[in-house]
């Protein structure tokens, strides 16, 4: 990859000179302006000691934080006219579609508008071509999902009502300043999922990419919000120097986002870096980058909105179980959570059981994003509309998970306590639930070895409850003869710990 340190001091003054000079007229430290722009500190540092190549976004991203004018785009011009051509041979490994194997991705830049009706995906990337031939198309995918947690449901939304090019209004454009219109044609025309060729072409003629050149493409294409869940995920399928990823969310409806990295060899974490949050003229923006992301690696943001749209006088809050179905979760009318959960069989179904828990790593952070759990938290997955036998734990105080498949207690310790459990399918009320204080469980690893783990107090408690689903029970059923559930407002323990 060609870096600016391979360019000549005068052309690396042309940009990196003005940077620094607006940013002591600002009087702002290099991680000051990281945070404004959105980048981390690392790639700010590297721009202006010159050993990476400033991109359009990040000289608008300069301008804006440092109220320059305009100064750091025009400076970022006169950067870009005199940049040499840099040609190595190509850094990359192999790629799904050979028109495009020779591809690098200097700068991935996706940002997502939500207007309270409609969300609006705006997709910008620097590509070069390190091959030996002219590059005519670039393939793009479009995926939506109104109901991750519930493939049944998604799928029958999506059947009765799918995803039209008309409503997509899909529009591309190459070049600085989308100075060339792109034609495009359709590979793949699902309900939910569609494959599209930008074409290095329109109707004035032809403008391949050649060997040694590189330029911006552009996208955009619009979604209504009854048809895209909450959740944007960008996936690396070539290599890349630079991702930076933005949701901009109107202000009142309160928004709250997270994300979490998975790859081919990895579960679910969160990102290792903090989301940055921005306001605005009534908006909310997230921001978050990272550099050199690995292939294949998947990077998701998901959100919540804490109020909703409307027009009309304010109505009486949600139900704690209204919240619930809202982020994904089946809630107790639904008779998958009233029958035994289908075992997996391991290890020959590994791969399907880390999606699985990669799902429900997922649902949880998307419901600790809208609840606090002092206790911990636990989730099936027929809690998530997924019918096989694996749940996850995380106790309280920590990021840890157990992760439970094909769970079962076959030992009780000889003491008993009561305390109030939850359940997130019925979340408007609380029961005084019997348990034993020691549980030894049976379950398998991945690999299929079978292990007996002992549990304790308030962590034997959660992983009791989550086992009770996977076998079709609710904590109701323990609930002593004469005893009911009681409603959450007559409830003093919301976020605190367990008490011994």
Same mark, same amino acid.
């Given at each position: ?114 207007? #309270? ?42 059947? &009765? ?43 004035? #003629? ?47 409806? &309160? ?122 938290? #636990? ?51 609380? #029961? ?69």
């Amino acid at each position: 990859m060609a870096t600016q340190d391979e360019d000549s001091p005068a052309h690396q003054d042309v940009f990196v000179g003005e940077l620094r000079r607006w940013r002591e007229v600002r009087g702002m430290s290099r991680t000051a302006v990281a945070v404004a722009m959105g980048y981390s500190r690392s790639y700010v540092s590297k721009v202006e000691s010159g050993h990476e190549r400033p991109s359009r976004e990040f000289a608008k991203a300069a301008d804006d934080a440092l109220n320059a004018g305009g100064a750091l785009r025009r400076a970022w011009r006169e950067y870009e006219a005199l940049r040499p051509v840099v040609v190595r041979p190509t850094p990359i490994e192999r790629t799904p579609e050979p028109s495009t194997r020779s591809l690098f991705v200097e700068h991935d830049d996706a940002e997502l508008r939500y207007d #309270g009706r409609t969300y609006r995906a705006i997709m910008r990337r620097r590509l070069v071509n390190y091959g030996t031939d002219p590059i005519t198309r670039y393939m793009i995918r479009i995926s939506v999902d109104r109901f991750p947690g519930d493939p049944d449901l998604s799928n029958q939304l999506y059947r &009765d009502r799918p995803l039209t090019w008309e409503e997509l209004d899909l529009q591309a454009w190459c070049g600085e300043d989308r100075s060339e219109p792109m034609r495009w044609v359709a590979q793949h025309d699902r309900d939910a999922f569609k494959e599209v060729w930008l074409q290095f072409a329109n109707d004035s #003629g032809h403008f391949p990419l050649y060997p040694g050149q590189s330029t911006w493409i552009e996208y955009t294409y619009t979604v209504r919000d009854d048809k895209w869940g909450n959740w944007f995920q960008r996936a690396i399928r070539l290599p890349t120097s630079l991702l930076s990823v933005r949701l901009d969310f109107p202000e009142h409806l &309160d928004p709250a986002v997270w994300g979490l990295h998975t790859s081919m060899t990895a579960e679910a974490m969160p990102f290792r870096t903090a989301i940055d949050e921005q306001r605005s003229n009534n908006r909310r923006v997230f921001s978050w980058t990272t550099e050199e992301p690995p292939l294949h690696a998947r990077y998701r943001l998901e959100w919540h909105f804490r109020r909703k749209p409307s027009t009309q006088p304010a109505e009486p809050a949600e139900k704690p179980s209204q919240v619930m179905r809202s982020l994904g979760v089946v809630q107790s009318d639904d008779p998958i959570l009233h029958r035994p959960a289908k075992p997996f069989q391991l290890p020959e179904e590994a791969e399907d059981a880390k999606r699985v828990i990669a799902e429900l790593v997922s649902a949880a952070k998307r419901v600790s994003a809208a609840h606090t759990f002092g206790k911990g938290i #636990g989730f099936a997955a027929n809690q998530i509309g997924i019918d096989r036998a694996a749940a996850i734990v995380f106790p309280p105080g920590t990021d840890d998970v157990i992760m439970l498949l094909n769970a079962r207690i076959i030992e009780n310790g000889e003491q008993f306590d009561e305390q109030y459990e939850g359940c997130l399918s019925f979340f408007d009320v609380r #029961g005084l639930v019997p348990r034993p204080l020691v549980i030894h469980v049976e379950h398998q690893e991945l690999s299929g070895a079978r292990k007996i783990t002992i549990f304790e107090r308030g962590v034997a408690r959660l992983v009791a409850h989550e086992i009770d689903h996977l076998h079709g029970k609710l904590y109701i059923d323990r609930l002593p003869p004469g005893t009911e559930a009681i409603p959450i407002e007559q409830y003093s323990g919301s976020g605190l710990n367990w008490q011994y």
